[in-house]
């Protein structure tokens, strides 16, 4: 009895620590990147090319194909508060440093977490199911570091978002883009209904297919009825 009790208090310290030292651990693609500050008009310029890029193809009928890649949106994501300074409150006080990575069919978002002394790299990687009136994302994988969190509690931070969100419509990326739908959970993930509008003419749309593949993804857009 003594000899079990004595291997369980040596376990006891191996497993923490070792439980300390994956949550410490950084992945090897989260690099945020540094702009400097010269080079924040280049970023702002690429962003306005692809807004106005969207915003003329929403001008017509016809289905069209945006193709991002996620240096840029990373790009993006690093200046964003001085290209919209309430862009600082789309995140929650302790999440920093935010990262996307699109990578065979997923898309992860990232960023340090901290709480107390307590820093880590906290990662979600989606699933997508795109449908005619629907885009139901689900929760594939969360880590804190290289351990696993608990689907369970994520379930509880998506349950207050879509809360917050159900009754629309929900500001997606400032003053140019809103969720014209509803955002419901769906167990470890959600429920997005699939109707946009796109503010430079007022246009509506639909995304009817999503593709991730090394760094780049590929968004499929139908424009909707103008109203």
Not at 78 to 103: K, N, Q, S, T, Y
Not at 131 to 139: E, K, M, N
Not at 166 to 182: I, K
Request: a negative charge.
């Amino acid at each position: 009895m003594l000899r079990a009790f004595g291997v369980f208090c040596l376990l006891v310290p191996l497993i923490v620590a070792g439980a300390w030292l994956a949550m410490q651990h950084i992945p090897d693609w989260y690099v945020p990147p540094a702009i400097a500050p010269e080079d924040y008009q280049r970023v702002r310029d690429d962003v306005e090319a692809v807004f106005n890029e969207i915003s003329e193809n929403l001008m017509g009928s016809k289905p069209f194909v945006l193709l991002l890649n996620d240096e840029q949106v990373n790009n993006w994501m690093a200046v964003r508060g001085h290209m919209l300074p309430e862009a600082e409150r789309w995140l929650p006080d302790f999440i920093e440093d935010p990262m996307i990575r699109f990578e065979d069919d997923t898309v992860t978002v990232a960023g340090t977490a901290t709480r107390g002394s307590v820093q880590s790299v906290v990662s979600l990687t989606w699933r997508f199911d795109i449908r005619p009136d629907t885009i139901v994302a689900r929760l594939h994988r969360t880590r804190s570091g290289s351990l696993p969190l608990p689907a369970a509690l994520i379930g509880r931070g998506l349950d207050s978002f879509s809360a917050d969100s159900g009754s629309g419509p929900v500001p997606v990326f400032g003053d140019d883009l809103d969720l014209a739908g509803h955002v419901t959970q769906a167990g470890t993930g959600l429920e997005i209904e699939n109707r946009f509008r796109w503010k430079n003419g007022d246009r509506l749309f639909r995304i009817t297919g999503l593709q991730s593949k090394n760094g780049v993804a590929r968004f499929e857009i139908e424009p909707l009825e103008h109203r």
